[in-house]
């Protein structure tokens, strides 16, 4: 049957989509994690936590969506990546899923109970549950850019050869905290527009200008040792785009410096570190001026920037590998089949904008500012 888009352009869609799931992800679920981290540090009494837990708590349930739809999109598009990311960073997504079922039960258990010490255990979860994520997300990009340390033989079965403690590197630990500081940010400037003002938003503010220092910072080094630092991995001769998925067919090599190459190839690319940058600033201006949008607005840019940046910078590769460069995974080798990406494309296409739609509504209906006053006189909220 002769499909009306052709291999690569379904693949090219695909990698498109994943990144607008992950970014979807980042910027919905993205500031709970934030306000989760957040917890202890802007809210003193037992009244400002309940206020900042109620900033997320009609909501994050739904956001979490973003996070099963990428995990499907790998699993369905790129069945490759699934395979050896799932199995390989199996440790590391059991830290990040043991943080987020923390989640719900904290939620629900909290104000069960009115004793102080009940209440700081199931506030101390929550913190786990946004801090740990964010850290963990941010050290697997990490380790994405450095190479997986993992090899496949001729009949493409994957030997991971990797450990929990090795994810940890300087490198892959400056994205964590890049990733922390970016989440933290955007936890804060969401705080600004939904908690009601006084100084739980105050403190927020504080700690949100310091995230967004931290962020530019921790950008702009991070993007030095990609240009100046031996990460980088680059494709030999000519990639066929239309070609079978077998990443044992790409001949591929480690190059120094190379996540910069599609810089120079498209310059257009450059929007996207620009992004990052501006909007970093943008939130830092909003939160000094008190401008909730400006902040709010400029939090979410830098995300879209920084997670933009690293798609970008890596395209074709989706998981290189660093003790086996011939069996990295690119955008080329590693897809589903033709006839698969065209049948979940036509259903994406049905289903995603219901989803936005739905989405939107329902930050209509719930929309208004998290308060002191609503708490006492409902007794229903967290």
């Known amino acids: 049957m002769e499909l009306p888009l052709d291999f690569a352009t379904l693949r090219l869609i695909w990698w498109a989509l994943m990144g607008v799931l992950l970014i979807g992800f980042a910027l919905t679920d993205g500031f709970d994690l934030g306000v989760g981290a957040l917890l202890p540090f802007v809210a003193k009494s037992d009244e400002e936590r309940r206020m900042v837990i109620n900033t997320v708590g009609a909501t994050w349930e739904g956001n979490q969506v973003w996070f099963i739809l990428g995990g499907g999109a790998i699993f369905a598009a790129w069945p490759f990546v699934y395979a050896i990311s799932f199995s390989g960073f199996y440790l590391a997504m059991y830290l990040v899923l043991s943080a987020l079922i923390l989640r719900p039960v904290a939620f629900k258990y909290r104000s069960k109970r009115p004793e102080a010490a009940w209440r700081r255990f199931w506030d101390g979860c929550l913190f786990v549950s946004g801090f740990v994520p964010a850290l963990v997300f941010g050290v697997a990009v990490g380790n994405v850019l450095i190479g997986a340390p993992f090899r496949l033989d001729s009949d493409l079965r994957a030997f991971y050869e990797g450990t929990l403690l090795g994810l940890f590197t300087p490198f892959s630990l400056l994205c964590g905290l890049l990733s922390v500081s970016m989440l933290v940010l955007h936890g804060a400037a969401w705080l600004g527009l939904k908690a009601e003002h006084g100084p739980v ?4 503010r504080v700690i ?6 931290l962020s530019l910072a921790l950008f ?4 030095l040792v990609a240009a100046f630092g031996d990460l980088g991995f680059r494709i030999v001769g000519a ?5 079978v998925s077998n990443p044992l067919r790409t001949a591929v090599q480690a190059a120094p410096g190379a996540w910069l190459d599609n810089y120079g190839r498209y310059p257009w690319m450059m929007l996207a570190p620009a992004l990052g940058f501006i909007g970093a600033g943008a939130a830092l201006l909003g939160l000094w001026r008190r401008s909730e949008p400006l902040a709010f607005g400029g939090s979410s840019l830098s995300a879209l920037g920084i997670i933009s940046t690293v798609g970008l910078s890596m395209f074709p590769f ?20 033709h006839l698969t990406l065209f049948a979940m494309l036509a259903v994406t296409a049905i289903l995603l904008p ?3 739609i739905y989405t939107s509504w329902v930050y209509r209906v719930l ?10 006189t409902n007794p229903d909220l967290y």
């Open 239 to 243: 990639a066929d785009p239309n070609g």
């Open 220 to 223: 702009a080094v991070g993007g």
């Open 201 to 204: 938003v105050e403190r927020a």
């Open 354 to 356: 219901l989803i936005l």
């Open 367 to 376: 929309w208004g500012r998290s308060t002191t006053a609503a708490l006492r």
């Open 318 to 337: 989706i998981l290189p590998s660093s003790i086996d460069t011939q069996s990295s995974l690119t955008v080329w080798n590693a897809s589903s089949s």
């Open 208 to 213: 949100g200008t310091v995230a967004a220092l």
